[in-house]
């Protein structure tokens, strides 16, 4: 059994191709296939089915355009609802593929739905967990409706047990979420996993989940329902709009770069409202940038932040140095459904910006704001926003500081204060230059806080929790 992993770090994710010499099955694949079918041309591999674990609320699928492409089958839980014809499984069948072994298990919590699928070719044996049971932790139960997310959490409690009970300590587990994924309920716990010095990925094994994973380690149901559901925070927005999606059956994507615009016309959609989005490092938007477009720094990160605070349906604009980048921002915001930009400009702020307005704001530290805010001779108020989540506040805040999450920042910007400088920062930076961004285009002015919000206690800030 061959396992060839395919990260999806933008959005916590990863998909699987298991192949059994040149026969293949893909297991969650991602949006964008080409990424599969590069790896199925690289071992001349041939797809006998595409295996999906549930119904993803965090991106759009590319497992039903792949098994259009390669004639395989398209198998889900028989119990999923959706509005094209796939291979219904329940707990207990089984799939061959050549020397391979697929069995099936139900194992509900992430959704109702959700099945794992254990593989072996005789000699390995690997679980394919999807966003049931992760490294140290388990999948999110809170991402169908609040109304069900306890007798969701039972169930997750349930399954990580009978995964550890039915399954040898050897078994190699291999989630779907957990990488960064918001729909992971913990962050993962590093002791439970391994470099598979093979494969050049971080992996585990029941056996190391039995001793450290978070559902296996609290035995008591109602402690763990307790733990979990006290630990869950906000998740994307965008999450809202993944499963209605995913259930129509998606088709394909085009990459192929978007329409020019000039200057004119990023000009135009600025002023309808629409996003237009400056792909450059937070640094250089800050120095010069086109006034009215919001710096979203092309990354790991960014469609996860993108498509969260973006009103949903609004036309993006894609701008920055290179078609590299923007091509980069293109292939992220295919995985969550926003198919095609809008348009897009490159070659810098010097050449689509031409005759524009144009803007600037500073960059500073912690150690600047603490010095800032001790000067009682300033010649204008300083105001501090703090864009963290509410789980992140809760660990210690700036006393006096304004506190809205940045998923809330566009819905609540007329809370903020037009007089004097509003000091902007998250726990690192790059939330807070998007912020920045945003309350420029909202009239104020900001100034970036680029830095680490640990240094907060030893600079001597007053803290807060409220």
């Not at 699928?117 to 490294?135: E, N």
């Amino acid at each position: 059994m061959q396992i060839h992993t395919i990260e999806t770090p933008s959005l916590g994710d990863r998909s699987y191709v298991v192949a059994d010499g040149s026969n293949a099955v893909v297991i969650d694949p991602q949006r964008d296939i080409d990424r599969v079918q590069a790896i199925l041309e690289e071992h001349a591999l041939e797809v006998h089915y595409v295996l999906e674990t549930h119904n993803h609320n965090d991106y759009v699928t590319g497992g039903v355009e792949l098994a259009r492409q390669t004639g395989a089958t398209y198998v889900m839980s028989a119990q999923e609802d959706t509005f094209f014809d796939f291979h219904g499984v329940e707990d207990g069948d089984e799939l061959t593929v050549a020397g391979l072994t697929i069995r099936v298990m139900h194992t509900p919590g992430h959704t109702p739905t959700h099945v794992s699928y254990v593989v072996s070719d005789g000699t390995r044996q690997a679980v394919f967990t999807g966003g049931s049971m992760l490294y140290g932790s388990v999948g999110r139960t809170d991402l169908i409706s609040p109304k069900v997310a306890e007798q969701l959490t039972r169930q997750q409690h349930a399954t990580a047990k009978r995964l550890a009970e039915e399954l040898d300590d050897d078994t190699t587990v291999l989630p779907t979420h957990g990488f960064g994924s918001f729909c992971s309920s913990a962050a993962a716990d590093e002791t439970t996993s391994n470099v598979d010095p093979k494969y050049g990925v971080e992996i585990s094994t029941i056996g190391e989940q039995r001793r450290a994973n978070l559902a296996l380690t609290i035995t008591d149901t109602d402690e763990f329902v307790q733990t979990l559901l006290s630990g869950l925070d906000a998740y994307p927005r965008y999450y809202a709009h993944m499963a209605p999606r995913n259930k129509v059956g998606p088709g394909p994507v085009d990459l192929s770069p978007a329409v020019e615009a000039d200057p004119t016309e990023v000009a135009q959609r600025i002023h309808a409202g629409e996003w237009v989005v400056d792909l450059r490092s937070r640094t250089a938007f800050a120095q010069d940038h086109v006034t009215g477009t919001i710096n979203v720094e092309v990354g790991t990160t960014f469609i996860t932040y993108l498509a969260w605070i973006i009103p949903w349906g609004t036309p993006v604009t894609l701008i920055g140095d290179t078609q590299e980048e923007v091509s980069e921002a293109q292939r992220q915001m295919v995985r969550v459904g926003i198919d095609r930009p809008a348009a897009q400009a490159l070659d810098g702020v010097d050449s689509y910006g031409v005759g524009l307005d144009r803007g600037s704001y500073q960059i500073a530290d912690f150690e600047q704001l603490a010095k800032r805010m001790a000067d009682t001779n300033g010649s204008s108020p300083v105001h501090v926003l703090d864009v963290r989540r509410h789980d992140e506040r809760a660990t210690g805040g700036i006393a006096g500081s304004i506190h809205v999450p940045i998923h809330e920042l566009e819905h609540r910007m007329h809370e903020l204060p037009t007089d004097g400088e509003l000091w902007v920062h998250c726990a690192s930076g790059y939330r807070a230059a998007i912020a920045a961004s945003l309350v420029a285009r909202g009239g104020r002015t900001p100034v970036l806080i680029d830095d680490f919000d640990h240094q907060l206690d030893a600079l001597g800030f007053e803290l807060t929790t409220s």
